[in-house]
């Protein structure tokens, strides 16, 4: 079975700051997805970022990247200019390519952004 | 446009009481999800419909009833339920088809059992 661990049950950065989110997962499978979505108090989840195992080219989405290392399965993401409406709980989450639509999550980084 | 609508937002129920959670997506999805999340926790999957047939149900008890009326919305009724069912659900739907298959996730709505 797949797991996802993310081992910072909360972070904290200052505002303007990088800070980098911690994942890991587990799984034989060699085609797969993996995601971070975010979670703001009260509001939706929202994907923040996307990444195919089969490329080699790290994702990014402006101030949003991720260092996916396959052999070691770590997929963590880091925010760089850290702003206030970062603040949130973050999932990453896992997808193999032919589970149908399951997805696996991870049990959270609640980040806090300090002014 | 990337969204999925969820009414309502919060719900208070009794344990005898029937209520309905609605969903709904307008982005031609074919898969759509209930999920359960406590506080704190990452959502938990309950059912999964895919092509408006029931394909996954992760052992939910029968107080949980789902529903896919037709391919853009999605209810879940509500019956007999437990005060430990208290909690967020969420929906989320995507399309199965694509090779960068990525679930969109609603607002939620917030329940309450007393």
């Known amino acids: 079975a797949q797991t996802v661990t993310q081992s910072q049950p909360e972070m904290s950065v200052q505002e303007a700051e990088t800070v980098t989110l911690s994942c890991t997962y587990d799984?034989?499978?060699?085609?797969?997805?993996l995601f971070w979505y975010k979670q703001p108090p009260s509001r939706q989840m929202i994907l923040v970022i996307r990444q195919e195992a089969y490329k080699q080219q790290n994702a990014t989405e402006n101030r949003f990247s991720v260092n996916f290392q396959k052999a070691a399965k770590s997929f963590s993401l880091k925010i760089s200019d850290s702003q206030l409406g970062d603040a949130a709980m973050y999932f990453c989450?896992?997808?193999?390519?032919?589970?149908?639509?399951?997805?696996?999550f991870g049990g959270g980084t609640r980040l806090m952004v300090k002014p | 446009d990337t969204e999925v609508t969820q009414t309502p937002k919060h719900l208070v129920m009794g344990m005898t009481n029937k209520k309905s959670l609605k969903c709904e997506q307008h982005?031609?999805?074919?898969?759509m999800y209930w999920y359960k999340q406590k506080a704190k926790k990452p959502p938990e999957l309950m059912f999964v419909y895919s092509y408006e047939k029931l394909s996954i149900n992760e052992s939910v008890p029968s107080r949980f009833s789902p529903e896919c009326p037709n391919s853009s919305l999605l209810n879940l009724h509500l019956h007999a339920l437990q005060p430990e069912d208290s909690a967020l659900y969420l929906c989320?739907?995507?399309?199965?088809?694509?090779?960068?298959?990525?679930?969109?996730f609603g607002p939620g709505t917030r329940l309450l059992v007393l």
């Open positions: 982005m031609g999805h074919r898969a």
């Open positions: 989320a739907s995507s399309q199965p088809d694509r090779l960068q298959e990525t679930q969109y």
């Open positions: 799984t034989s499978e060699s085609d797969y997805y």
């Open positions: 989450a896992y997808r193999p390519n032919n589970a149908g639509n399951m997805l696996t």
